[in-house]
């Protein structure tokens, strides 16, 4: 291949038909999830209540690849594989030797990466007879995402929408409903959990905690229902490595060997998926690459936080399962990057984390705003406000690179674009987008409701 190529392609034909599961690959299993009640370990019959038993064997699977079924393949078509960009105009403008590249997600329905995830999930549901799916959304993704997945496989979805990003992104519930799914803004007073946040405070901005809350409780309570989580947990990065399998092919096709992975980090999904893969190479000795998470300062629960059995919502329903943690009351200050907004992260990517083999920075996000507008100025491309952290990490090092001459490669999840996110563009525009102290008391507060565990 040339080298002026600006993007990288595969054919259908070529897309990867298994995902990766890194677990086994491992010096060390990360910690079991924990019964809240007894504190031991759950077993696949704790979760059944929630989620279809073909996902609960991903969860605690130790194979390390898992085929992907023709039906999901099938919808992944629709979009998949998805390019790999090389961004020259960008590289120019910051008069760089680095290169960067650009998973592109973007290209999905929903516009992010969250339908990996969501396909498969409804359909391991929908073979199990299930009829209808509960789910949170932050910034309103995650929600599209499982409404079109959803419509794909003939299931109900009910969305518990994060109050602020429910007022703020009246178009991402449009596209919700266009698919099909009914939408509630959360905290609501359909649920036990909604109704004791609404009395202490009526007007509570809602938390993705507290959605998380009010959409297991209801899948909880009925037989037909299942609960369905876009991030977090070992199935939902399994299904992304997707990302990282593709991008693998994209960048042998190129003759290229990344020296730096970068993602932006919410509850760890899009940069499991992407790092994943890379990281088997790494482990196996093949290359060596730098991975690296980043985070909202606002909310930056890997380099700040406590690795420690937490629950995964507001309302302590989940199971209690180890991961970098702010706290499960913490309410992050309203940043624009909805979908970092998570007070936990993924326990695999807590565990490699804590292993060392990733590590982690926190950028505030008027850094990354500009990032993204030199981005969306030189490449075409507006993404979404989450990704422009892992951009701004980009352009960092690619700086740095300046500095010293090095010809590194950079590689990067493009997870999403930022058409729903004008809103947030317009803010920022008109100077009047801030940055938020790191939230030090309200951290400290919400981590003296952590359980203690021994
Ligand atoms: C949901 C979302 C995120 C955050 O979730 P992860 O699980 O950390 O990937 C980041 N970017 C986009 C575009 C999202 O939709």
Known sequence: MSDNYSKVLLEESEMPTQWYNVIPDLPTPPPPPLHPGTLEPIGPDDLAPLFPMALIMQEVSTDSY?????????????????????????????????????????????????????????????????????????????????????????????????????????????MMELWGATLHASPSNLTEAGRAILATDPDSPGSLGIAISEAVEQAAQSEETRYALGSVLNHVLLHQTIIGEEALLQLAKVGETPDLLVGCTGGGSNFGGLSFPFLREKLAGRMDPVIRCVEPAACPSLSRGE????????????????????????????????????????????????????????????????????????????????????????????????????????????????????????????????????????????????????
């Not at 959304?137 to 518990?160: K, N």
């Not at 090092?397 to 010809?407: F, I, P, Q, S, Y």
């Open 307 to 454: 690795y420690r059995y937490d629950f995964g919502d507001t309302g302590q329903l989940t199971p209690l399962v180890k991961m970098h943690t702010l706290g499960h009351t913490f309410i992050p200050d309203p940043i624009h990057a909805g979908g970092l907004r998570y007070h936990g992260m993924a326990p695999l990517v807590s565990h490699i984390y804590n292993l060392g083999l990733v590590e982690a920075e926190a950028i505030h996000q008027t850094e990354c705003f500009a990032a993204a507008l030199q981005f969306a100025r030189s490449e075409g491309i507006v993404p979404a406000p989450e990704p422009t952290h892992a951009i701004a990490a980009a352009i960092r090092e690619a700086l740095r690179c300046k500095e010293t001459g090095e010809e590194k490669v950079i590689l990067t999840a493009l997870c999403g674009h930022g058409h729903m996110d004008m809103a947030a563009y317009e803010k920022y525009l008109a100077g009047e987008l801030v940055d938020y102290e790191f939230p030090e008391a309200a951290i400290a507060e919400a981590m003296a409701n952590v359980p203690v565990i021994n």
């Open 66 to 174: 898992i085929d992907i079924p023709g039906e999901v393949l099938d919808v992944y078509r629709l979009w998949r594989p998805s390019p790999l960009l090389r961004a020259r105009r960008l590289e120019k403008a910051l008069d760089t030797p680095a290169k960067i590249f650009l998973k592109y997600e973007g290209v999905s329905p929903a516009g992010s990466h969250k339908p990996n995830t969501a396909v498969p999930q409804a359909f391991y549901n929908a073979q199990e007879g299930v009829k209808r799916l509960t789910t949170e959304t932050g910034a309103g993704q995650w929600g599209s995402a499982l409404a079109f997945a959803t419509a794909q496989f003939g299931l109900d979805c009910e969305v518990w929408q994060v109050r602020a990003s429910y007022d703020q992104k009246p178009y991402r519930k449009t």
